[in-house]
């Protein structure tokens, strides 16, 4: 049993998706974005709140930010407008490149916003607090289910990752295609440029009675 804890353990440490979570500093009038790529149907989660500066009073309305969040097509999946906290969750519907990205006004003299932002996916962001609670199962049962579900997410990262990769061999194919046509006319230029060259000299040549 011990090492059979021990087992789930490691393999939860090692295949558990990585949480980013950060502290970053936003210059009035200036945007940061921050980009994540998720896969096709993965949930995401994330929650964000600017730091007050002055703890223990309201909030200054010069450090409200706007946030918005962006699939790799451009589709809106978050918006705050002038806000100093908020969260975001969804299921991803296309895979790739997701976007979040915040601003503030430009104020006069330049104020600096400290915000704390946190992102996750996949497994990380599945709340097992309710699933423990609603289920009430036992915390070996609870460790298996997320061990699933992460050896689920592992299964579909493969797949995911053998989509990018064949789609990167076609590429290489159709650039290698492009690059070998694309050689073969330049020789045939090159070698047509020498022709006339030849030809004309020996035309003037001729014509001058060098030959």
């Known amino acids: 049993m011990w090492r059979f804890k021990t087992l789930i353990l490691i393999l939860w440490s090692l ?16 945007t940061k974005c921050i980009t994540e790529d998720i896969k096709n149907n993965a949930m995401t989660v994330g929650k964000y709140s600017v730091v007050n500066p002055i703890e223990g009073h309201p909030m200054p309305d010069t ?3 706007t946030v918005r969040v962006t699939s790799p097509h451009g589709n809106n ?9 908020g969260t ?3 299921t991803a519907a296309e895979a790739g490149d997701y976007m979040t990205c915040f601003w503030t006004p430009d104020h006069k003299p330049m104020i600096i ?4 932002f946190e992102w996750k996916s996949g497994v990380a962001a599945k709340d097992w607090s309710k699933v423990a609670k609603k289920g009430q199962i036992e915390v070996m049962e609870l460790e298996l289910q997320k061990l699933y579900y992460t050896v689920s997410s592992i299964h579909d990262e493969m797949f995911f990752l053998r989509e990018r990769e064949e789609e990167m061999q076609q590429l290489n194919r159709a650039t290698n295609s492009k690059m070998f046509t694309f050689t073969f006319f330049s020789i045939l230029v090159v070698l047509s440029v020498a022709g006339l060259q030849l030809w004309y000299l020996k035309t003037f040549f001729e014509r001058k009675k060098l030959l």
């Open 15 to 30: 295949f558990t998706p990585i949480v980013q979570s950060m502290r970053f500093e936003l210059h009035s009038g200036n």
């Open 63 to 65: 450090h409200k930010i």
């Open 77 to 85: 999946y978050h918006y705050g407008d002038h806000v100093d906290s």
């Open 88 to 90: 975001f969750a969804f």
């Open 113 to 116: 916003v400290s915000v704390d």
